[in-house]
């Protein structure tokens, strides 16, 4: 089979939190089967590849979203399409947030997102900072760490990707975390969150390998020290 191909969306600004983590994970995973794979790093101003299987983006501090908004922001129509097409995307906090129709800043101003994601954040002074999990429905528990004063709001065109304590999350108040349509993937957990998923890594490459009309299973994989590494997370202060 061709290489699957990896792209990681602005590695040097969104890589806060160890978010490049996971672009690690899903490589060495595919490697350990034996399966190519070829990460292709874009950043402002590069060309986004047309044969994209997974799509990674990650977050990133104020000034470094500031960095790469008008990119992105130019980026929208091929980004809509791809998510149209079916390719697979994880995208954490900024990113997540900029997937979303807009940002409304503290201040009040509107900051226009790109629209794959049916969802709105509007930013407030407190932090929702810690570690933390959720459950959900298809790749069990996830394991990952917040820190983000962004609140956002689903609506009707995504479904969350999974449930968490009160105070955290999406919010802080509807116990949402994250956002899902189709093969697209927005969540606020950092860590990497891959990292201590490893269900969740395997659901992303199922998800890209079923794309291209692959559908065997991938193979197990000795996943003992993810587990044991989120067992320790979930059990660490907030």
Not at 24 to 52: A, F, I, T
Not at 55 to 70: K, M, S, V
Not at 174 to 188: F, K, L, M
Request: glycine share 14%.
């Amino acid at each position: 089979m061709n290489p699957l191909l990896i792209v990681h969306l602005y590695p040097r600004e969104m890589n806060i939190y160890g978010d490049t983590g996971n672009v690690l994970v899903l490589k060495r995973r595919l490697e350990w089967r034996g399966r190519p794979v070829r990460v292709v790093p874009v950043s402002v101003g590069d060309p986004l590849p047309h044969d994209v299987d997974i799509l990674l983006g990650g977050g990133g501090q104020d000034a470094a979203q500031g960095e790469i908004g008008a990119d992105f922001a130019a980026r929208g129509a091929e980004l809509r399409a791809m998510a149209d097409d079916g390719v697979v995307m994880l995208t954490i906090c900024g990113t997540y947030q900029m997937l979303g129709h807009e940002f409304i800043t503290q201040d009040g101003d509107h900051i226009k997102g790109v629209g794959v994601l049916d969802v709105i954040t509007r930013g407030q002074h407190e932090r929702l900072i810690g570690n933390n999990y959720v459950d959900t429905p298809e790749a069990g528990r996830l394991i990952g760490y917040e820190n983000h004063s962004g609140l956002t709001e689903l609506g009707p065109g995504v479904a969350p990707l999974g449930r968490t304590q009160a105070g955290r999350g999406n919010n802080g108040t509807d116990r949402t975390e994250g956002a899902v349509r189709d093969n697209v993937i927005g969540t606020y957990l950092h860590g990497p969150v891959l990292a201590k998923s490893a269900r969740f890594a395997d659901n992303l490459l199922q998800r890209a390998l079923q794309r291209r009309g692959l559908d065997e299973s991938l193979e197990p994989l000795d996943d003992s020290l993810a587990d044991r590494a989120a067992k320790v997370a979930v059990g660490r202060p907030r």
